[in-house]
């Protein structure tokens, strides 16, 4: 019942319905290039988006950007007949988030790097900057 009325509300205001028209249209584009691209380069392909003859695609990583360029005509083929002609694919890279997932996979510091930090925080005047250097310090310590 709540998500009729969201889906209501959020239709009854044209700029937003203009917005989850597009959304669908851009979640339809990338489903078909999934379907064009053969398996495993299909789920490493993270999102497609297409402007005046111009096929972009966004993958995961430079190794499947490579692929995904070696498979571009074969998309751009399948892709004719609802999309029309499209003169030209680019493959682009999504940057890779600087974050560590909280596990055992996350960097450590030695424990000497760990008490130069700690040292440098009890050292600093500025207390944002030291408030940074123990949170660097606790995290690369896996405290």
């Known amino acids: 019942m709540a998500i009729r009325q969201a889906s209501r509300f959020l239709k009854s205001n ?3 319905e203009a917005l989850l028209v597009e959304i669908e249209h851009s979640a339809a584009l990338l ?12 789920t490493h392909c993270l999102h497609a988006g297409l402007r005046q003859g111009a096929l972009t695609l966004t993958c995961d990583s430079p190794t499947w950007a490579a692929r995904l360029r070696f ?7 399948a892709l004719r007949g609802v999309y029309g002609t499209i003169t030209i694919c680019r493959v682009r890279v999504q940057p890779q988030s600087l974050v560590h997932p909280r ?4 960097p450590r510091l ?4 760990v008490s130069h930090l700690r040292q440098a925080a009890e050292d600093s ?4 900057i030291a408030a940074a250097l123990r949170r ?3 995290a690369g310590a896996g405290d």
């Not at 005047?125 to 944002?128: R, S, V």
């Open 125 to 128: 005047e500025d207390p944002q």
């Open 31 to 42: 489903q078909a290039v999934r379907r064009a691209l053969p398996p495993p380069s299909d």
């Open 110 to 113: 030695s424990p000497e790097a």
């Open 136 to 138: 660097l310090a606790q």
């Open 103 to 106: 596990g055992e996979d996350r």
């Open 71 to 77: 498979a571009a005509p074969q998309v751009q083929a």
């Open 14 to 16: 044209r700029h937003i």
